[in-house]
């Protein structure tokens, strides 16, 4: 199915055995080296942390770091996990490597897909992992083969896309190095340690669908893990180890991370005692760097940074919190930044973020805020923050892209629908998320390999209502918006209010330049965002070097603008980062070109769908 037109050499993997050991195709990229096939094996199951595997852990801590020990905060819980672990491997690999990941169901009851951010898949489409959308869930007891090229370079993730199956441990990093001629920001450090890769998650003590149940499922989360590990506070919090990062004085560190969000879907800032953070790539796509004292991460997006190793020889905190006015309280979390030489501690008081010596730079009281809020219409130093539309892309904008008017515009405007009525009190009303007045749903058949097993009544395009919505106060629909081949696409997102927040958006099959983010007083109706937008006063457009993304933050009662080239064809997911809309609500599916357009699936690809039996069987 994909084909492979050089000789390629094999990692060396054992993808068939009963262990759950897991191999990388890890090596330092070279442009004359053939691409490998880097055949990798993903074991999902029900686990637990602090399991038999720990020992005597958290009371001898060496305990802690036994193989298939997982400490999370100490707290002992159900959980999924890939190969028993929190987070699930990180799969490294070279740029154009082809990955053949066997994904092994052990779960019982439940089906998965495994979306492999960050990745286009122009090749293969069906490799994307959306259920109901480009292939159908893994059953329980089955394996299913992922097969693609990792032909996007830089730091992306890999997780479930079921329901809430990453919130319970089914995530992890993906990280595509490039040689070193291919390189943009290579004179940018002096080390890229595989070892320095951080995946941060919310954390919470129950299986995620119980906490939505709840009527503040926020409540429940208790703490933010980096690569699987923190502590909780108070006196009965067990004292399990931290992840420690080392580094030597003197040298320029390159740091990939990776922000898997969780139930809350809170966004969070990342700080770092003591050091200036060098930004110079969001979401695998470098920037012209941007020095910060923190960095403000949405659920989905990934940030690297330089960190220079010029202070004395310590121990210094790297510390992640939630934001404040994201749900009822603040999570944090902890790591170490070690220096070669220092005592095997944790950091003392004096380093502790806040307590340092104020800094001189002005540089690091500036943050990275990777959207924008009411403060980003004055100054950097005046806002102490370094707002998304003042982050530009090290590469130009494709020109058909830079003209003033595009093939396709589109405003999808989102929002929450309250359904009250007489016998339904102001605390017990329904909110239903709409786009664009529709509520999605998935189809029962996935629509890239089963679009004619589908009645086309279950669909909505546009402004189109199905026959069945007629006169329905909800409308629930798979949303498909047509796009042909090769236009030139103008998205802009608006949103109109329900959430303190706001929204984060993630694309599928694409990445999109973010020409202009604005945020208005208070909700404002579609078509006023249309006529404001008509007179050139909604928002400021950045069509020479915007920053380039996949995954995107739509501020309260904020208008994002995105463009993008609608040049891979296949069903192409839009959808917010909340783990409770993604199985409906706030999602819309792009089509783009025509089924002649897409590559053909493999033979014998796997089907399902809904099955009513004969109308006479058994009567």
Not at 190 to 198: G, K, M, Q
Not at 271 to 285: E, F, Q
Not at 299 to 315: I, Y
Not at 536 to 557: A, E, I, M, W, Y
């Amino acid at each position: 199915y994909l084909a492979v037109n050089v000789n390629i050499s094999y990692s060396d993997v054992e993808s068939t055995s009963s262990n759950v050991d897991f191999a990388t195709c890890e090596r330092q990229c070279n442009e004359l080296d053939w691409p490998m096939i880097c055949r990798i094996k993903l074991t999902l199951e029900v686990y637990q942390t602090l399991s038999r595997s720990c020992g005597d852990c958290p009371h001898n801590s060496s305990d802690c770091f036994k193989k298939y020990c997982i400490t999370a905060d100490g707290f002992q819980r159900g959980i999924l996990t890939a190969n028993r672990q929190l987070p699930g491997p990180v799969i490294q690999v070279c740029e154009d490597d082809i990955l053949l990941v066997d994904v092994v169901n052990r779960v019982p009851g439940q089906g998965f897909g495994i979306h492999w951010r960050g990745q286009p898949q122009r090749e293969t489409p069906v490799m994307d992992g959306v259920p109901m959308v480009t292939q159908c869930p893994i059953p329980s007891s089955t394996t299913f083969q992922y097969k693609f090229r990792a032909s996007q370079a830089g730091t992306h993730m890999w997780h479930a896309h079921t329901g809430v199956q990453l919130t319970d441990g089914i995530f992890g990093a993906l990280i595509v190095r490039q040689a070193p001629k291919r390189n943009l920001q290579l004179k940018e450090y002096d080390v890229d340690d595989p070892s320095h890769v951080i995946v941060i998650n919310e954390w919470s003590h129950g299986f995620a669908i119980q906490r939505l149940l709840e009527p503040d499922p926020g409540t429940s989360t208790a703490t933010l893990l980096i690569n699987g590990r923190s502590q909780l506070e108070g006196k009965n919090a067990m004292p399990t180890p931290l992840t420690t990062f080392t580094v030597s004085s003197g040298n320029r560190y390159r740091f990939r991370v990776a922000y898997a969000g969780g139930g809350r879907g809170c966004p969070i800032t990342l700080t770092l005692a003591a050091h200036v953070l060098r930004v110079i790539s969001l979401d695998g796509n470098p920037i012209i760097p941007r020095e910060v004292s923190s960095i403000v991460m949405a659920a989905g997006e990934r940030v690297d940074f330089v960190l220079t190793a010029d202070q004395p020889v310590s121990n210094y905190w790297l510390q992640v919190s939630t934001a404040e006015d994201c749900d009822s309280s603040v999570i944090k979390g902890s790591a170490i930044l070690r220096y070669e030489g220092a005592r095997d501690s944790e950091p003392v008081l004096p380093t502790a973020p806040g307590s340092e010596p104020e800094p001189t730079s002005l540089t690091y009281y500036v943050k990275l805020l990777n959207t924008v809020d009411g403060f980003c219409s004055l100054p950097e130093e005046k806002a102490g923050a370094v707002c998304l539309p003042n982050v530009k892309s090290l590469r130009k904008m494709q020109k058909e892209l830079t003209e003033k008017k595009v093939d396709i515009t589109m405003y999808l405007a989102f929002g929450f629908k309250v359904l009250s009525g007489e016998m339904m009190s102001r605390v017990n009303r329904v909110m239903v998320p709409q786009l664009n007045n529709f509520t999605f749903t998935f189809p029962p058949s996935p629509l890239l390999t089963q679009a004619d097993d589908l009645s086309w009544d279950l669909m909505c395009q546009r402004d189109t209502l199905p026959p069945r919505c007629q006169g329905q106060p909800i409308c629930e629909c798979v949303h498909i918006i047509d796009l042909p081949l090769g236009a030139t696409v103008e998205l802009i997102l608006v949103d109109q209010g329900g959430s303190d927040s706001g929204h984060v958006f993630h694309l599928h099959g694409y990445n999109f330049h973010v020409v202009g983010v604005t945020r208005m007083e208070q909700p404002t109706p579609l078509h006023q965002i249309q006529e404001m937008d008509k007179r050139d006063v909604l928002l400021s457009r950045n069509l020479v070097n915007p920053v380039v993304k996949d995954t995107v933050t739509v501020p309260k009662n904020g208008v994002a603008a995105l463009r993008f080239k609608a040049d891979n064809p296949g069903y192409w997911l839009l959808h917010d980062q909340h783990v409770s809309y993604w199985t409906n609500g706030f999602d819309v599916i792009f089509h783009v070109g025509k089924a002649s357009d897409v590559p053909s699936p493999p033979k014998d690809f796997p089907k399902c769908g809904s099955f009513i039996g004969p109308e006479f069987f058994l009567i």
